[in-house]
């Protein structure tokens, strides 16, 4: 596809189940965001990797988030024992080399 | 560390008039910048960037922005205003120094246009 896919768009679960979010990136983009926005609010960065590089984990809010991507490609968000607090969208952006990012649509978590 | 501050939460302005939303950014290196726009439910959309060059950079829909060195601002402008240009407008900056540090993202600001 030509630009930064997420799946799946809308997720509702149950408190205390754990979900996994897709995000694959433009071919060839060797930085992958994950950002969470609240409703009508900012971004608030979560994690990043660039290439081959440990993964920028300072933004995960706590233990029961976490990500990771496959091959330099695909990424999963993971969040573990979800709360109603977690409920927003997750946002993923790609990027070539530092300039502009791409965003994707995003997935709107609820947690009920 | 870099960081973003939008000092207006909401910037309310008439149909044809100019409109200014303002960024102020900190950051050790050098300063890569950007505005995004965000429509109701959607993702976010890149407006236009400074990198490098011209301080006045010329993005999507009419919109431009100034690039200030020395009072560190990135105000987004437009000379004549549409309503749909309502939307959520986000500044951004990233280290050009390092490509280390992730994009650090404003709080946004609320554009609305009234007809």
């Known amino acids: 596809g030509a630009g930064v896919s997420q799946s799946p768009s809308n997720k509702v679960t149950e408190k205390g189940k754990d979900v996994e979010l897709r995000c694959d990136p433009i071919s060839g983009h060797t930085a992958l965001y994950w950002y969470r926005q609240s409703l009508g609010q900012g971004l608030e960065f979560l994690i990043y990797f660039q290439g081959n590089s440990a993964p920028d984990k300072s933004g995960l809010p706590s233990d029961r988030f976490s990500a990771e991507r496959t091959g330099g490609s695909v990424s999963t968000l993971t969040i573990q024992r979800t709360q109603q607090e977690d409920s927003a969208v997750y946002l993923c952006?790609?990027?070539?080399?530092?300039?502009?990012?791409?965003f994707g649509q995003g997935t709107r978590l609820t947690v009920v | 560390a870099q960081s973003v501050a939008q000092p207006e939460d909401q910037v309310n302005v008439a149909e044809g008039n100019p409109l200014t939303v303002k960024c102020t950014y900190s950051v050790s290196g050098n300063p890569y910048l950007f505005w995004y726009v965000q429509y109701p439910n959607r993702g976010l959309q890149f407006l236009l960037k400074y990198i490098t060059g011209d301080n006045l950079v010329k993005g999507s829909y009419g919109f431009e922005a100034e690039f200030n060195k020395s009072q560190t601002s990135f105000h987004l402008k437009k000379p004549s205003a549409l309503v749909s240009d309502s939307a959520l407008y986000f500044c951004a900056v990233r280290d050009g120094d390092n490509y280390g540090q992730n994009f650090v993202f404003g709080p946004g600001t609320r554009l609305s246009v009234l007809p």
């Open positions: 952006a790609s990027s070539p080399q530092g300039h502009k990012a791409f």
